[in-house]
Each structure stands twice: as C-alpha cells, then as structure tokens.
C-alpha cells in the first residue's frame, strides 16, 4: 500500500481558523427538520460524510432536502411524512445516524433495512436494540440485532423508564426520539452527563421534554415545529489546532465560533489542568447552544489524571489529548474511558500503538492508558485504522517528530473535518 507523509520543518502555528459545523448538531438538525412541519433552514451544516449519510437516509423517505455549501433547508411534513424507503439504507461509517435512526425507525408505521461499512458493522447495536425492544420494537439483525446489517419493523412503542448502562448520547438519543412516538411518557436517566444536543434541539422545535425529577421526559404529545438552526463550530475538530497551539513552541492559535456547550468542554478544563493558556471571548448563545472563540498560547504542560465525569464530555478528544500527554512534564493517566474500544476502531489500541511507533511512551490500560512525558517523538509508520480522529492525530503528531510521520491513508477526514489539511496549511508559518 503507498502511504502518505507528513514532514514539517520547524513550523509554528498562528492564526485564526473557522473550523466547520459541529458534527452531532448537523446529523440532529436534519433529522429533528425532517420529522417536523415547515421548513427548516440549518446554516453551518458539516459538509462531512457521516450528515451526508443523514441527508441521503431522509431523502430515501421521501423528505425534500436541499443543500448548498454549508447552508440545508429541510421540508418536513412531519412523522406521518415520512414514508418506506424504496431499498436497504447505507449509513457508511456513522455510528450516530445509525443509533438515532434505529430508535426513530422503530415507531414508524413501515420496514427498513440498514447497513454500513466495515467498521459500522463491528460496532455494537444492543445498546440501542435492548431499550427499544422494551418499547415493543421489533429489531431484526446479526448476533440477534446486535450489527449491522438490521432490519426494523416499525410500529406502536410504549414509553418506559430506562437508566443508561453506559454513558452514551446516542443510546439516550435513540430512546428519546422513539419516545416521541410512544403511547405514554418516556423518561430516561443518566448518572454521567453525556452531550445534550437532542434535548436543547427537540426543545427548540417545540417537542414536550423536560428535564424532571425522575429524568429527562417526552411524550409524543404535539406535533414538532421546523426551526432555523445555526450549527457552532465543532470543538472535537477545533481540539486538533487548539492542540497543535498547545503542542508546537511560539504557537498562537484562535479558533472562531466553537460550540461550548458544557457537556462538550471536558478537553477545555483537561487544558487548563495541564496549565494551558486559553482565552474565551465572544460568548453568545444560539438555538440554546453556546458559542465563542478559543485562544491557545504555547507554555510548557505537565501530565494530569482524566477520569469520571469528564469522560463524556471529552471522549473523541481522548486520541489528540494523548498526543499532547506524550509532550506534558510528568504522568499523564486516562481511565474509564473503555467506550473507545466501541467506537470506529478500538481507539485505545490505535492510539498506543501509533504512539509507540512514533516513540512515546504509552501503555494501554483496560479503560484507557498511561503516558509518561516527555520523550522525543522520532517519527516513523503510522495506521489511521480508517479512523478520521486517528488519522488527524497522526497528521499533527508530525509537526513534532524529528522524522517525517508516514500513514497508509488520510481520506478518513472526510467524515468531520473535510478542509483539515487547507485549515492547517493557513495558520502553519
Ligand atoms: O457517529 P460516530 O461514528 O459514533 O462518531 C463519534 C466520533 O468520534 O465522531 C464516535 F466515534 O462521535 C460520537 C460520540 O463519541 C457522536 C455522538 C453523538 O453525536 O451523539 C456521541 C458520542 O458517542 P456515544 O456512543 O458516547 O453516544
């Protein structure tokens, strides 16, 4: 296979990056648009493979979609708009359509067939299946519904109370929107705080949540309202550059318009732990989602503990924070984070490994891994495991290493962060 190479001499960093519009917000956006009545108009959409995918699934049911750039509009007509899909849905390699889809599906009068790529197919639906099958979903699949390939056959849910066993937004996100189809209240609990898009969105078009004692509860009472949506920019893309400021000696880096929704953050205060010198200014609130831009300044780091609660909320932030470790005084531990094991690839694996090739000293753990830093990167062979934060992490990781850094693809980007290497490329000096 012929790889890529990535060699930097001496850069450093400065400038202003616009990085593109959050990934989880896109993907809700049109779905939320898709089931509602009216047009919404979303601005900042992520141009990126996985909301393409999102797209593609609501036009297949017969949901007018139009897209320039980053700008969508989306004429719902509602659930009842929605109708059977003419063949089998690919979601390619997203994991978040094909978990919110399987708990819309799931409620909608008709059959469908999902499937995805090689990596979509190794990751776990029981997550998804079990709740919603105690809704009365019928779910159909390999491993009895637990991959990819899965056919649903929608029809009446009943709402239940269900307390996340894992901290996922995707598995709270698929029991909430088949609850906005379920006879009843439905009403889900999570001990940790996992990214809380579907609850500020479906708010924002009208639907009955709340956050309640027992949870957070919908009912299916009401039809959703299209609503104008102006998606921030993705702090999991802007951790890249933020990142790189933080990694590369006289860096200076702002990032415009990123989202700072509070369960997102957890890579800000990691930072700030390590002793990074970020700024915030700007703030703003926008469809309930918060705003700002992010200034990052070179100093020295040191290592720190991740764990608990903030897992969550800074999960696909853990490869390019592992990175930044390798270069922190001291040691650096990470644990409770064994949902990377889940998530396009084993995440835990590919980071220590890649790691490891370019020099560092990594040890993987169960739930996470232990760094000691620093140590000179060398350079050398690297796999994005087809994974776009890995692959992205390998491309910043070059900008320290001695040696040039070399991967067998960077196509992978293309899911979130499709103009990664122009917006690198500006602010490199
Ligand atoms: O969509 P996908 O493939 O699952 O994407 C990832 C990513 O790195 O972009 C995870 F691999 O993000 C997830 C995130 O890890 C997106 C997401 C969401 O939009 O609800 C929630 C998180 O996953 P989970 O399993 O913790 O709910």
Do not use: W
Request: with cysteine; proline share 3%.
């Amino acid at each position: 296979m012929s790889h890529v190479q990535f060699e930097y001499t001496s850069p450093r960093l400065e400038g202003e990056v616009m990085v593109p519009g959050d990934k989880s917000i896109s993907h809700r956006s049109i779905i939320f648009g898709s089931i509602s009545h009216g047009t919404t108009k979303v601005t900042n959409f992520l141009d990126g493979e996985d909301c393409l995918r999102t797209i593609a699934a609501f036009r297949k049911m017969g949901v007018r979609i139009e897209k320039e750039g980053s700008t969508v509009l989306v004429h719902g007509n509602g659930l009842e708009g929605l109708k059977k899909p003419g063949e089998a849905i690919d979601f390619g390699n997203s994991g978040t359509t094909t978990r919110l889809m399987l708990g819309l599906l799931s409620g909608l009068p008709f059959e469908t067939t999902i499937f995805g790529d090689a990596s979509l197919t190794k990751r776990p639906m029981n997550r998804v299946v079990d709740p919603l099958r105690k809704m009365g979903a019928s779910i159909y699949g390999e491993a009895d519904g637990n991959f990819l390939p899965i056919t649903i056959h929608g029809g009446a849910l009943q709402g239940i109370t269900y307390r996340l066993p894992v901290k996922s937004a995707q598995v709270k996100s698929a029991v909430l929107l088949a609850g906005l189809l379920a006879e009843g209240e439905t009403v889900v609990q999570e001990e940790t705080e996992t990214r809380n898009h579907t609850e500020v969105m479906l708010q924002a078009f009208g639907a009955d949540l709340k956050q309640t004692e027992k949870g957070i509860a919908v009912t299916s009472k009401g039809n959703l309202t299209a609503c104008d949506v102006e998606v921030p920019g993705d702090i999991s893309s802007a951790a890249f550059f933020l990142i790189a400021g933080a990694l590369v000696p006289g860096s200076k880096v702002t990032l415009k318009n990123v989202g700072l929704n509070h369960s997102r953050t957890g890579v800000l205060d990691v930072l700030k732990q390590m002793g990074a010198s970020i700024t915030v200014a700007n703030e703003r609130t926008t469809g309930g989602e918060k705003i700002g831009d992010l200034t990052i300044q070179y100093t020295a780091l040191k290592g720190t503990t991740i764990e608990g609660n903030v897992i969550p909320r800074l999960i696909d932030e853990i490869p390019i924070l592992a990175l930044l470790a390798t270069q922190a005084d001291g040691k650096t531990v990470i644990k409770d984070a064994e949902e990377l094991k889940v998530k396009e690839t084993d995440r835990i694996e590919a980071v220590c490994k890649n790691l490891q090739a370019l020099g560092a000293d990594v040890t993987a753990t169960e739930d996470g891994m232990v760094i000691n830093g620093p140590s000179r990167l060398t350079g050398g062979t690297i796999s994005s495991y087809m994974d776009h934060r890995i692959a992205m992490m390998g491309a910043i990781a070059a900008l320290i290493t001695e040696a040039p850094v070399k991967m067998d693809e960077k196509d992978s980007i293309n899911i979130s962060y499709p103009t990664f290497f122009d917006d690198l490329e500006a602010i490199l000096q």
